[in-house]
């Protein structure tokens, strides 16, 4: 009767484990940064008010840039965090951005209403944050990149 406790024990935390790495959204694959991605709700430097979006998930990122003439959407996919390289980062007047690069390429879509689709392989993409949260990621990315598995 023990050995059946221990061995269905066994079997559960294998199927815990196989279920993370096939999601490969386990705690640290990725940048936990979205709630400040979210705080980037429109984008002042076009000549007419744009809303934008941006959604980082364990193999993709999306932007989203709307306004009344534009439809703007990026896709960054199959990314693959395993093979993340560096980030860096660069602060701008009112807001900064961190470039995530990695040693092999990624998926890269643009759909833009006014071109129309292109699509190439990428090294690297760019997220968009608040200045004033600056040092809150900058200290999230450090912790996550010192929790990374090598």
Known sequence: MKINKIALLVVLLHIATLGIAQNGESSNSFPPIQKYLDKIKSEDSFTEPTKVSQTL?????????ESVDMKWKETFSGIDWSDFAQYKYKAYKDYFVVEFSFYDD?????DDNEFGITTEEVDSFKCKFLLEDQEKVKALLETWEDNLED
Do not use: D, E, R
Not at 57 to 65: G, I, N, S
Not at 106 to 110: D, S, V
């Open 57 to 65: 998930t364990a193999t993709t990122f999306v932007v989203t840039l």
């Open 106 to 110: 990624i998926a890269y879509k643009m």
